[in-house]
């Protein structure tokens, strides 16, 4: 018996073996079962990126062609702004200049007729100064004849009186 319980004991051995081989087959199972859900849920998350940095990359297409638009819109606002700038300056200064040149010309009008004025003036005064010398030599003559007269006048009464 000996040998035979040598043999029961290399089978007992082999079924050890066989129930350890079974329970490594079993968790190596569990473990490929575990990573080909884990493969399963990375291909998962890949696909979602993909899905969602494609979502991004079309919103940031479309935020680029709107920014895009925008500065179209606002460099023909601009230009619009600037032509109208231009204009307004140009008109401006176009009534600006009308004005300069209608306020020359009432200057220079002015000063025609202060000239004229002046010159009127300056003969009035040069009338007047000869009147006034011709009406003082007029006085110094009658003060002349008054006082020949009266001197006259005091020989007569010496000679009546």
């Known amino acids: 018996m000996s040998e035979l319980s040598q043999r029961l004991s290399q089978v007992r051995n082999m ?7 079974d329970r490594l087959v079993g968790s190596i199972s569990e473990l490929l079962a575990q990573r080909n859900a884990l493969r399963e849920q990375l291909h998962e998350l890949g696909t979602e990126i993909a899905t969602k940095r494609q979502a991004v990359e079309q919103e940031v297409a479309a935020l680029d062609a709107d920014l895009a638009t925008r500065q179209r819109v606002f460099a023909d606002e601009i ?8 204009t307004e300056i140009a008109t401006k200064r176009q009534a600006v200049e009308q004005e300069v040149a209608a306020l ?16 009127h003036m300056e003969q009035q005064t040069a009338t007047a100064k000869a009147e006034q010398a011709r009406a003082e030599h007029e006085l110094q003559d009658v003060r002349m004849r008054l006082d020949h007269t009266q001197a006259v006048y005091a020989e007569i009464r010496k000679k009546f009186a």
């Open 15 to 21: 079924l050890d073996d066989l129930v350890e081989a």
């Open 79 to 86: 230009a619009h702004m600037e032509q109208q700038t231009g």
């Open 104 to 119: 020359d010309a009432d200057l220079a009008t002015r000063q025609r007729v202060f000239a004229d004025e002046i010159a």
